[in-house]
């Protein structure tokens, strides 16, 4: 089998109207779609490609562990960030050593300040690489400006705005043009090195280019505690010979030329694309509606006869957030002759449906479970909570579970973000939504449940309905599967250790152990979470015989199930992981053969 190859993508600035034809092309035709987010899980290159992906796109989210904050780990930030690099690496590696194509999305160019390149030297010595070329944000933010940057002889110098005060204020001093890059919280001490080499009167300060909140200012205007990362600071070479677009407020794009200015036409550009280190209260989620049918864009070379002269450009659940669309196998394009006389403008603006959000209707927060594993574990009223929402939130694996439909948007994040997705859930019904939550088993079963109450009670969602639909838990699932063994008193404990620590799971089990009830036990291992399953079978063994059944089940009700029964003194460590459940019985489990094979119970009178 060959391998697949690798992509880097340079979507541009942040218009999807400036991603390049063949940037579109290699969107709409790779197998895996792999993008950047913060812990927040809204992608920002996921919303710019969303218009040229296609259903059954294999997603890949990539979300560093640490952005601006601190961390524990034993190498610190750079140690984090390069393990994240190697994980991140490794997972597509997964997808191009079976001759899957990945397309790895990169905002502006990849080699310009993009975390593209750090897959591009982990990879490209193993597998066939190209990158496409994109618009970088100075090239932009030049163009807000409506001003040249440099011409003749000068010299353009492109700084970031991390460089120490020192050393940006010699460097202004000693270049004809400057570019300063990566300001948000750096930007006290840009604008003072603009001050101190003399630069201040000529700078300009232009915030998410080529966006529908695009500003542009004059650099000794701006409010320090209102910068955005993605934000540019320019010193242009020449002075400027006309009036430049500065303003205090968002300036809001006008249509371009040949659209109408109504609501539908208007769609694309009041939409926003959220910079990933804004603060919550910054932060403004508003996603591109869906579309399932393929829209071919217009070609501008035709008559080259190329493969994308009528290869049509599908697209799928657009937004500006990390969004997953359903893992499938090979998915032929469509590939409809396109119109010659439709516009792009026209194009997106068939596209654009009115956001129910927009309407201001009452909007609500249902937290469901979809079972565990097999779809026919989901229940009806699970099923018409699903088919009338209009947005669902959830982890990537369970979202993907969900069938996609037309006009229903789909906020998929990292499993380790409880809190920000219950806000973000609160936060769409807020204005207007109706929003469903996704869990696997029943969600008030270390599931999403207890995170969107919980976080509901914040005063900003007063007002806000959430219910909670329950689902057949993992637990009871396992157990049907040998019979009962959870037939009397029993206990369920997480071993995760990620939200209490491991002293307070270790009690857990030793008083349960002691109280000789029957456990289930959830989140055993991960491939960050190896040791708790040894520590807990010797923690149970100074309560429970060494022949106490254990039932080992893996992916209960999916394509991989297996379930077995060993004993305590043979549960092996090794072959337990993340989707593995155990039932630990208690000195009243009974195991017989049968027929049916291996049957367990648990007594419903207690004779010890």
């Not at 079972?371 to 929402?389: K, M, N």
């Not at 799971?505 to 040894?534: C, F, G, K």
């Amino acid at each position: 089998m060959s391998s697949g190859k690798l992509w880097g993508v340079g979507l541009g600035p942040g218009d999807p109207e400036l991603v390049t034809v063949k940037a579109a092309r290699v969107i709409a035709e790779a197998d895996v779609i792999a993008f950047h987010s913060a812990r927040h899980g809204r992608s920002i290159s996921r919303g710019i490609a969303a218009p040229y992906m296609r259903t059954g796109q294999i997603e890949e989210h990539l979300i560093y562990p640490v952005t601006t904050e601190t961390t524990d780990h034993p190498g610190g930030y750079q140690g984090a960030i390069d393990e994240f690099y190697e994980q991140a690496a490794e997972r597509l590696a997964t997808h191009l050593a079976v001759g899957r194509s990945v397309a790895l999305l990169a905002a502006g160019d990849p080699l310009f300040y993009s975390s593209y390149m750090h897959m591009h030297r982990r990879l490209a010595d193993r597998f066939e690489a190209e990158i496409i070329p994109g618009i970088t944000s100075v090239s932009a933010a030049s163009a807000a400006l409506g001003t040249p940057l440099v011409e003749g002889e000068q010299v353009l110098t492109v700084l970031p705005g991390t460089m120490p005060t020192d050393e940006l204020t010699r460097r202004l001093r000693d270049t004809d043009a400057a570019a300063i890059m990566k300001l948000g919280r750096t930007y006290p001490g840009v604008r003072r090195a603009l001050s101190d080499s003399g630069r201040l009167a000529d700078a300009y300060y232009i915030e998410r280019a080529s966006s529908a909140r695009e500003r542009v200012l004059a650099a000794d205007e701006v409010d320090d505690a209102d910068v955005p990362y993605f934000s540019i600071t320019l010193v242009p070479g020449p002075q400027p010979t006309t009036a430049l677009p500065l303003a205090n407020s968002v300036q809001v794009r006008q249509p371009a030329v040949g659209t109408t200015a109504t609501p539908i036409a208007n769609a694309w550009s009041n939409r926003t694309i959220d910079a990933s280190n804004e603060s919550a209260a910054d932060r403004t989620v508003v996603p591109v509606p869906q579309q399932t049918s393929p829209l071919s864009l217009p070609n501008p070379v035709r008559n080259q006869h190329s493969s994308a002269d009528t290869a049509a450009i599908p697209v799928t659940n657009a937004g500006s957030i990390g969004i997953s669309a359903e893992s499938a196998a090979d998915v032929r394009l469509a590939n409809p002759e396109p119109d010659p006389h439709r516009s792009v403008q026209q194009a997106y603006a068939e596209l654009a449906r009115v956001d129910p959000r927009d309407a201001g209707g009452p909007g609500e927060v249902v937290v469901v479970g979809l079972g565990p594993g097999s779809p026919d574990w989901t229940t009806p009223e699970v099923e018409r909570a699903l088919a009338e929402a209009t947005d669902l939130v959830g982890y990537t694996t369970y979202i993907n579970r969900v069938p996609s439909r037309p006009g229903q948007r789909r906020h998929a994040s990292d499993n380790r973000v409880e809190s920000e997705r219950a806000a973000m859930a609160l936060d769409l019904a807020k204005h207007g939504a109706k929003v469903v939550v996704v869990s696997s088993g029943d969600p008030g079963v270390f599931a999403m449940a207890a995170a969107v109450l919980e976080e509901s009670a914040d005063p900003q969602w007063q007002g806000v309905p959430v219910r909670v639909l329950p689902g057949l838990t993992a637990a009871n699932a396992v157990a049907s599967r040998v019979g009962a063994p959870l037939g009397h008193d029993y206990a369920m404990i997480s071993l995760s250790d990620r939200l209490k620590p491991w002293e307070v799971v270790a009690q857990r089990l030793s008083a349960v152990a002691a109280a000789d009830m029957a456990i289930a036990i959830y989140n055993p291992a991960s491939s960050q979470r190896t040791w708790q399953v040894a520590a807990m079978r010797e923690v149970l063994l100074e309560h429970r015989k060494p022949d106490t059944p254990v039932v080992l089940a893996r992916d209960v009700g999916g394509p991989t199930e297996s379930v077995r029964v060993v004993t305590l003194a043979e549960l092996d460590p090794a072959e337990v992981d993340m989707r593995t459940l155990l039932i630990i019985g208690a000195s009243t489990t009974a195991v017989i053969e049968s027929d049916q094979g291996t049957r367990v119970y648990t007594s419903r009178r207690y004779q010890r």
